[in-house]
């Protein structure tokens, strides 16, 4: 049994098996052929019972004739009738067959191949004939010797006199005939009509399985055509031919194929556009520290021995501040892209949410107290929240120190902390700047800067809000931004309280 499903299923996986292609052609092939076959068999099988019916009915009515002679004749009560055995010979050979006569004692009275007068009949046709009278007459077609046999009952008997001498109680029903006729005729004409029929059919059978092979295998192509001009597409996109959308509208379905791969083809185009992008961004980004750099020494080099030792000390600490630059966009260049192929692990840990704002308050005071900035915080509630601390830190520290370093003199940044029984949101917002409407969703692209000379001024490297993002949506949650230049930004960030499950 096990062998068997082991079988099936190797002739499932079998390739060519699973080609649609093939699978088209069986079935207009083989829905083409069952009709075919049957048809052939219909009409030879009605073919053949209409011309033995036609013999039956032929021979019926001359055993008819037959019937009537016998009566008036009396042969069944005197057959040692010479000239009614010789009309029986003639009409046996009119059918081409046999005929016996068959008296009520069921002994054969006359058989015009002369073989079993005397003897007698048991038969159950015989003796139903006899019983049933004519209601009985009965015919049989026997296909394996080729031969038709006919029952026909003879007369009646309506007193009942003679039904003591008449064996197996025929005589009960009251219905007893005075005898039978029996015929058997032979079908071997018919036979030899069949086969010639049959062998026609058959060649007619063999040109129409060779027109629906090829009617099938037509078909077939013609329905799989849309597919083929689909992975032809498909393929040219593959090896580099065309960037261009593919269009196979011929069916619905290779439409909806068109339209998901020209879906994946823009994600890759856009993907291949920002990767282009991120790598000359990149490059020029960690380049700018370098050519400053660059500058520096080399006119620290020109000078000569000239140099006096405040100037040395003044150019080492502008580039030791470029360093530092370089360094910080190295290692944020690096989280960020860790975070993205989310091999960083979290750490998560129930956190105070209030304690982590307020230290972040804290550290972020002095650069706020530069600018004479107020900062404030609203804690609606007590908060803690499964989180990774660092990265929760990461994002409360950049939020708050954007908004101190976009605001202008004197201004302020609100911070609020609030939860519902699900999640708990950080708003920061400032009286800064501002972000301009058509820069807001790119705010969180790396390297993008709206004024990329201030952002460079106050030490930013663009890569601020990307970490930001990856960060909160590593903890599933959400973060929105809204601005008005010149009036100020609000960033709202949602995180939910408990760890949310892989997927
Ligand atoms: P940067 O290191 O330049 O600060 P970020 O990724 O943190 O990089 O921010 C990207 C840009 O978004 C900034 O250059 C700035 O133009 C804008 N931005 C961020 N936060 C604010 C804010 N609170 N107010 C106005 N502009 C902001």
Request: glycine fraction near 6%; charge should be negative; aromatic fraction near 6%.
């Amino acid at each position: 049994m096990r062998e068997a499903l082991g079988r099936i299923k190797s002739i499932k996986s079998l390739k060519i098996l699973r080609s649609i292609r093939l699978r088209i052609f069986l079935c207009v092939f083989i829905l083409g052929i069952l009709p075919c076959i049957f048809m052939r068999y219909f009409i030879l099988s009605s073919y053949e019972s209409r011309i033995v019916s036609v013999r039956t009915g032929q021979v019926q009515a001359l055993l008819h004739v037959v019937s009537d002679r016998l009566i008036s004749t009396d042969y069944l009560r005197s057959p040692a009738n010479p000239e009614m055995s010789g009309e029986l010979t003639e009409f046996a050979n009119q059918i081409g067959g046999r005929i016996m006569v068959v008296g009520p004692d069921l002994k054969v009275l006359a058989d015009t191949y002369k073989k079993s007068e005397g003897s007698l009949v048991v038969s159950g046709d015989v003796v139903r004939c006899l019983r049933q009278g004519n209601r009985a007459a009965t015919s049989r077609y026997d296909r394996e010797d080729n031969f038709i046999e006919l029952f026909m009952p003879v007369g009646g008997v309506s007193d009942g006199s003679d039904a003591q001498a008449v064996p197996f109680g025929l005589g009960r029903s009251g219905r007893q005939v005075d005898g039978v006729i029996m015929a058997s005729v032979s079908t071997n004409e018919i036979e030899t009509t069949l086969e010639l029929l049959r062998r026609r059919t058959l060649l007619l059978e063999i040109i129409l399985i060779l027109v629906l092979f090829f009617i099938a295998v037509f078909v077939a192509s013609i329905l799989l055509e849309p597919f083929e001009r689909l992975t032809g597409a498909i393929r040219d996109v593959q090896a580099g031919f065309t960037t261009d959308d593919i269009d196979v509208g011929s069916y619905t379905e290779t439409e909806h194929i068109g339209d998901a791969f020209n879906q994946v083809l823009g994600r890759m185009r856009t993907m291949d556009e920002s990767r282009q992008e991120f790598v000359s961004n990149v490059s020029h980004e960690l380049k700018t520290p370098m050519t400053s750099m660059k500058v520096l020494a080399d006119s620290l080099l020109q000078q000569g021995d000239m140099v006096p030792p405040e100037m040395y000390r003044e150019f080492l600490q502008d580039i030791d501040d470029e360093l530092d630059r370089e360094n910080k966009m190295i290692s944020e260049l690096l989280s960020l892209a860790k975070m993205d192929r989310r091999q960083v692990s979290m750490n998560v840990t129930d956190v105070n949410i209030n304690e982590l704002a307020e230290i972040v308050m804290r550290r972020v005071r002095p650069l706020a107290r530069q600018k004479d900035i107020e900062l404030t915080m609203v804690s609606e509630r007590e908060i803690t929240a499964q989180v990774d601390e660092v990265k929760m830190t990461m994002v409360f520290t950049n939020l708050i120190e954007n908004a101190v370093k976009y605001n202008r003199e004197h201004g302020s940044v609100h911070v609020t902390l609030n939860s519902d029984h699900r999640n708990f949101t950080f708003t920061v917002e400032d009286t800064g700047v501002g972000i301009p409407q058509e820069s807001l969703d790119r705010i969180f692209d790396r390297f993008y800067r709206v004024d990329k000379s201030r952002s460079r001024e106050i030490g930013g490297t663009g890569l601020g809000l990307s970490i930001t993002r990856s960060a909160v949506l590593l903890h599933k949650g959400t973060i929105e931004v809204e601005s008005e230049e010149g009036v100020g930004t609000r960033f709202i960030v949602t995180i939910p309280l408990r760890k949310q499950s892989e997927g």
